[in-house]
């Protein structure tokens, strides 16, 4: 039993810190905290007589909990969900059902490298219209295809006009025969790994088909409202949470005075700006180890 009679929590756990060796989805969970946690702390800190908030329902300090976890992903935790994939044949890659945007997209190369692949703005998959012998169609929702499209087919079909070598540069994203050597060449187009495009409105990825039998990987940004175990929060952003939700329930209030509004509106501003710092994880030694070669750009 924790230190007060029926609570839970990371704050209010008694001190056995064994761990199941079986369970290894566990492991490094201790720098996480529940959504659930950080909403019976808030109303335990915020909510009764002489405090902020004398009376405050729980669905609402959940809804904006949950508000404040979303706009947290987008914008201040490390995106920390990737999906791997053998693509195939067919070349396509459905979407994870919590998707929001995607960080990058990269295939690993036979050392187990991850290299980066690109968005292509030439292609796309449109509706397939059905069309009479003379082409005339009609703008009728039970006239359009479900097959692929013209131009998807094409795309998958083709071969890109790209050079195959392996001759890898590990210091950067592209390959050493083509550093200098193609004039004139459009430089978003100037890479040798492949491109994708994402379809939103049918949820798929469409890889080019030199990506074909590859191993991708999909890093890509969540609004971490899942199951349970998914909606967790990072220690370094507890404290900014506690006052984003002090904010959001304050200024959706009638009768609060502005200056409170607007004193919670900068302490939310500060501590997230502070929990972003705190979760940059800026290490001054890997910093001063890229800076040693005075004589080399900085990678990215």
Known sequence: MGLFEGTTGNYYQGTDNTQNTADDTQYGNYQFTSLEHIINQFILAYVGEEKLLS???????????????????????????????????????????????????????????????????????????????????????????????????????????ENQTANYDYDDDIYNDIVGQRYGVEPSEAQVNGSFYIDDKKGKIHFSSNLSGKTVILDYISDSLGTDAEMQVHKFAEEAMYKYIAYAILSTRANVQEYIIQRFRREAFATKRTAKLRLSNIKLQEIVQQLRGKAKHIKH
Not at 87 to 99: E, F, G, K, S, W
Not at 103 to 113: E, H, P, R, T
Not at 120 to 142: C, E, F, K, W
């Open 55 to 161: 009376k405050v329902r729980r669905a609402d300090v959940a809804f904006h909990a949950q508000r404040a976890l979303q706009e947290f992903s987008f914008d201040v935790f490390k995106s920390t969900k990737a999906q791997e994939i053998e693509v195939p044949a067919t070349l396509q890659m459905v979407l994870p059902h919590d998707y929001v945007n995607y960080v990058k997209l990269s295939f690993s190369d036979g050392a187990g490298i991850k290299r980066v692949i690109y968005p292509t703005r030439l292609s796309s998959n449109p509706d397939a219209i059905t069309q009479g012998t003379d082409g005339s169609y009609t703008l009728d929702a039970d006239e359009i295809q479900t097959s692929d499209s013209d131009t998807w087919t094409k795309y998958k079909g083709s071969s890109p006009a």
